[in-house]
């Protein structure tokens, strides 16, 4: 005896190809690099402020003021990514939808 589902599967997306082809990956030069630039500017901002600035008090304060100036634009620009994310979700739900 043979089991069905109690639905019947609908592919939503009947034209989507099942593989995804290298030249349309789903990456960018856009706020992906800056992201990446942003974490790059904070692993080596001890390494130039302690080259630029010689007292240690300053230096050490220079050194947090970057980290946690690097650590908050870093949550902005994920915060921005993923408030696009849901904004094109519901675009594809209103669509889909109608």
Known sequence: ?????AQPFVDAYPDASVRQSFQSAHSSIGAGSAGHWIKMA?????????????????????IRIASVATALISEG?????????RREREEERREWHR
């Open 1 to 5: 005896m043979t089991r069905q589902s």
């Open 42 to 62: 904070g692993i080596l901002s001890p390494l130039i402020i302690g080259e630029l600035v010689k007292d240690n008090e300053k230096r050490w304060r220079w």
């Open 77 to 85: 620009f994920h915060t921005q990514r993923v408030l696009q994310q």
